[in-house]
């Protein structure tokens, strides 16, 4: 079939590729999507994995990443709008409330 | 190069010119949809990979999901664009993408290029949906009640804390 | 020498007749002591004083009694107690010695019973005073009748606490208080003496029952025995415990003391029974005094005898003197036991009990007419006080109270030895034996000879300075104070009680009763009658005229130099004055020799106590200094670790925090570093593995 490095590739590209815009982009919605592009990456590797398992764990744990990867980004856009309703504004260099 | 080749380099370089687009558009919306490409194309990859049930499941929930939250943030905190005329570095972008990757490569490459050959072992030619779910239901069951538990937990105390500061905001104002 | 305790089974014998009597005798006292002792506070004066007399007089008629029905000795032996397998008893001896004591003890006792009644009478008489008496009575008796010589020194020191209580009877006076502690302390520093030996005596014999030891020693033997014989060196100690009790030199210096007592007192006491009981210790154990130890007593008893003699010529307390006199003939006693002599002793003991007692209560009477007169004057308001003891101060009571001065005449004549007096029987046998053990051994001594033989001329000295002084001349005290003038003009002879007692002494000091030839004891019927062999030697006719010219020189210096003298006022300072009052500094060697020493040696103790103080403060300090050096390391080095590795953290954390501007892409940024550590690290174990 189609060779492991394939999907290694992509998913490392992803990954990567997720990690700049986390790192780069100052719009908090931007870094949401590197998040859930991060997470896309990870799932795209333990499938990979998985196909070779007769348990099938790969498959499931990607599932379960699904899952909490929704339940987080609800958790996420809630605080995102308070903040938003707080500072009127989704700039990152503006939330500094955790700088000493 | 088959078939199934060919299929795959297509969604592969569908989901890299997405997020490429993600890194670097300024227009949120543009982001967003490039994100609904992004997930399709990734839900595509689960097909090829024999897991038809987790392509489904990642339609429904990410991009029929997350995708419209994330929406429905992006047009609540919706400003002109004008206003989100950063002065960027593309190349600190490039960079960083061609790092982090570089590293993770190389870290994986000997996993990459020297995984043993290995057989597919032979699913149902319905898909790996009942398989799925009968081992959800008996070996990994534990896991499944528990997260379960934990995302009841996580969402209620959400939506309780956003109720909390809905009154507090209330009361500002 | 036997290397452990010789087992001895003593076979007990009950009392007789005789010995139950003697029983009784020796339980009155103690009765009467008992009782008077509990309820004499509320019993009237004269109840009090007449029963301890009766008591006293019962006990004379039952001693004598006694004395005329024993023949031979009785003994008896009873069980006392046992410590395991080790009997102990107590036992009792009747003998011509001890029924002779005895009467001796309990006549003079209820002489001196009767004259206290009235001589107390105007004194401070507190209700302890027969009790005392009797306590004393029955202690002498234990002695007397007492076999075993552990109870002989538990009565012992009874008579020594006896006179304790006596002497400080008025202890409201200071040199009365001081006199009696004085006396307890020479008469205990003696006794220690006793104790070593009853030690030694039982470790020898493995008891110490006299009996049993008499019939286990060669007396021969002991006689030469070596230094390092322990039954000599017992009979030593015995000696040396008499030396306190029965005033030898150097420990005599208690004696002129304890005249600080009442008068009645002194003379039972101090006279007649408990300083002979010293003597009396030394006959019944006369067996064990080996070679050495014979000279050694002889030797002190010469120094005792002649030199309180000395001492007694510059004295004017007048009871001293008799005291005085009492340490000299102790010394002559002493002599005779020491050249074995022991009948001469033993009758020089009892002649000198009655005239010595007679003397001092002669002279008492005097005492007490002078204290009568003294008390007359403080009651009309004139306290002018005066010591009623000095003789300075007497004077011409031979016109005043006839009575008195004739029984002090007789026995005056006793003591000096004039012949017809029962002193000179006794006297005289001291001197004759004396004389036998220098023509029997020689060399020095006839130096101890020569020196009775002045001691006898002394003794005559100082005698008939008292008399001259006391009954003689005119009354000195009004010279000093003419009120005294019209008081000794209305002075009267002492009452009936006083009186009687003084005359029946002054009987017994005639030569009658000891023996029918005045000139000498050997045919005497006294000493026949009393011990079962007679040891007198044969007759020496030329020692006693050599005593009786001396005595007769004496008498003439004396009277040349004190007869109707009136200026007996001016103090002498010359050597002998000084040596006299001050005892022969012996009290002052006996400060230097062991006070001074003891008192040194505690003072360096206490100093040397400060330093050992100074050492634990050093130590202190020590511990104090260690456990500030603790408090600093807990403080510098623990604390600092802590702190150290807290700061080490807080070091990293600061480090890393400047990097986070509270950016969350930077908390992004160095998860995903992290991440790819983790994962490098990761990779790099499985390639190595």
């Given at each position: 079939m189609i060779p492991i490095s394939y999907y290694i590739t992509v998913s490392v590209l992803l990954f990567g590729i997720g990690s700049a815009i986390v790192l780069t982009r100052r719009n908090i919605l931007y870094v949401l999507m590197g998040i859930e592009l991060i997470f896309n990456a990870a799932n795209i590797n333990l499938v990979a994995f998985g196909q070779y398992d007769r348990n099938l764990n790969g498959q499931l744990f990607t599932m379960l990443i699904i899952t909490i990867a929704a339940a987080e980004s609800v958790v996420a856009l809630s605080i995102i709008i308070l903040l938003f309703k707080k500072l009127n504004s989704v700039d990152l260099a503006e939330i500094k409330n955790l700088k000493e | 190069m088959s078939v199934m080749e060919f299929v795959f380099i297509f969604f592969g370089v569908q989901i890299i010119g997405s997020s490429l687009v993600i890194l670097f558009t300024r227009n949120v919306v543009y982001a967003a949809t490039a994100l609904l490409s992004t997930l399709l194309g990734v839900a595509a990859l689960f097909v090829i990979a024999g897991s038809d049930l987790l392509a489904v499941v990642q339609l429904v929930v990410y991009a029929g999901g997350v995708l419209i939250l994330l929406l429905f943030g992006v047009l609540y905190t919706y400003r002109a664009p004008e206003t989100y005329y950063e002065k960027r570095n593309s190349f600190i972008s490039i960079l960083s993408v061609v790092i982090i990757s570089g590293l993770l490569m190389f870290l994986l490459s000997d996993l990459a290029f020297n995984f043993p050959e290995l057989h597919r072992p032979p699913t149902d030619r319905f898909g790996i949906t009942r398989l799925t779910g009968y081992l959800w239901i008996t070996n990994n069951i534990l896991v499944f009640e528990v997260v379960a538990l934990f995302l009841l937990v996580i969402l209620v105390g959400a939506g309780w804390i956003a109720s909390r500061v809905m009154d507090l905001n209330k009361k500002e104002s | 020498m036997n290397p452990e305790l010789p087992h001895i089974v003593i076979q007990t014998i009950s009392p007789d007749g005789i010995s139950r009597l003697a029983l009784a005798i020796f339980f009155m006292p103690l009765i009467t002591f008992f009782v008077l002792f509990f309820t004499g506070k509320h019993l009237p004066a004269a109840i009090r004083s007449w029963l301890a007399a009766v008591v006293m007089g019962i006990m004379f008629v039952l001693s004598l009694y006694i004395h005329i029905q024993t023949k031979s000795e009785h003994l008896s032996i009873w069980n006392w107690f046992h410590i395991g397998t080790i009997q102990f008893t107590t036992s009792m001896l009747i003998s011509g010695y001890s029924t002779t004591m005895m009467v001796i003890a309990t006549f003079v006792s209820f002489m001196v019973h009767l004259y206290s009644i009235q001589y107390m009478k105007e004194r401070r008489n507190h209700p302890k005073y027969f009790p005392y008496l009797a306590l004393f009575v029955s202690s002498m008796i234990g002695i007397i009748v007492s076999d075993n010589l552990i109870i002989t020194f538990i009565f012992w020191e009874l008579v020594g606490l006896s006179s304790f209580l006596l002497i400080g009877f008025w202890y409201e006076k200071d040199a009365a208080a001081a006199a009696a502690k004085k006396a307890f302390m020479y008469n205990k520093f003696a006794d220690l003496a006793f104790i070593i030996a009853i030690m030694i005596l039982y470790t020898v014999y493995g008891t110490t029952e006299l009996s049993i030891i008499k019939a286990h020693t060669n007396t021969e033997v002991l006689l030469h025995a070596?230094?390092?014989?322990l039954p000599v060196l017992a009979g030593f100690a015995i000696w040396f415990a008499t030396v306190g009790k029965s005033a030898q030199f150097p420990l005599y210096v208690w004696l002129p003391d304890a005249m600080a007592g009442p008068t009645p007192v002194s003379a039972l006491l101090h006279a007649a029974t408990m300083v002979a009981a010293g003597v009396y210790l030394l006959l019944k154990t006369a067996f064990l005094l080996g070679g050495w130890v014979s000279n050694c007593i002889v030797i002190i008893g010469c120094i005792t005898a002649l030199l309180p003699a000395i001492q007694a010529i510059r004295t004017f307390d007048s009871k001293k003197v008799l005291a005085f006199s009492t340490v000299s003939q102790l010394g002559f006693m002493m002599m005779a036991v020491g050249v074995g002599a022991l009948d001469a002793a033993f009758f020089h003991l009892a002649t000198h009990a009655f005239f010595k007692a007679c003397l001092f209560l002669s002279v008492g009477a005097v005492i007490h007419a002078m204290h009568h007169m003294q008390q007359h004057r403080f009651s009309h308001g004139y306290y002018d006080p005066f010591d009623t003891l000095d003789m300075r101060l007497m004077g011409g009571f031979r016109k005043k109270m006839p009575l008195t001065f004739v029984a002090y005449i007789v026995s005056y004549a006793a003591l000096i030895g004039l012949p017809l007096f029962s002193g000179f029987l006794s006297k005289d046998a001291i001197l004759v034996s004396l004389y036998q053990w220098c023509t029997e051994h020689g060399s020095w001594r006839w130096l101890i000879l020569a020196s009775a033989l002045s001691t006898v001329a002394v003794t005559t000295f100082y005698m008939t300075r008292q008399l001259f002084l006391i009954?003689?001349?005119?009354?000195?005290?009004e010279q000093k104070d003419a009120a005294y003038k019209k008081l000794f003009t209305e002075l009267k002879e002492s009452d009936w009680l006083i009186n009687i007692p003084v005359i029946l002494l002054a009987v017994m000091s005639f030569w009658f009763f000891f023996s029918l030839n005045p000139l000498h004891a050997q045919t005497g019927w006294w000493m026949k009658e009393s011990f079962v062999s007679v040891q007198l030697h044969t007759s020496v006719w030329f020692i006693p005229l050599i005593a009786f010219v001396c005595t007769c020189i004496a008498f003439l210096f004396a009277a040349k130099n004190y007869y109707n003298k009136s200026d007996v006022f001016e103090h002498k300072n010359d050597l002998l004055t000084s040596l006299s009052e001050h005892n022969y500094y012996i009290e002052r060697g006996i400060d230097l020799a062991f006070i001074q020493p003891v008192m040194r040696l505690s003072t360096g103790m206490f100093i040397v106590d400060k330093y050992i103080d100074k050492l634990i403060h050093l130590k202190v300090y020590f511990f104090i200094v260690l456990s500030q050096a603790a408090n600093l390391w807990d403080i510098f080095v623990v604390d600092g670790l802590v702190h150290l590795v807290a700061g080490i953290s807080r070091s990293i954390g600061s480090f890393f925090r400047k990097y986070l501007k509270g950016e969350v892409q930077g908390y992004f940024y160095f998860t995903l570093v992290a991440f790819i550590l983790v994962l490098l690290w990761f990779v790099w174990y499985q390639t190595a593995a």
């Open positions: - | - | 070596s230094i390092y014989s009954f003689f001349g005119e009354f000195r005290l």
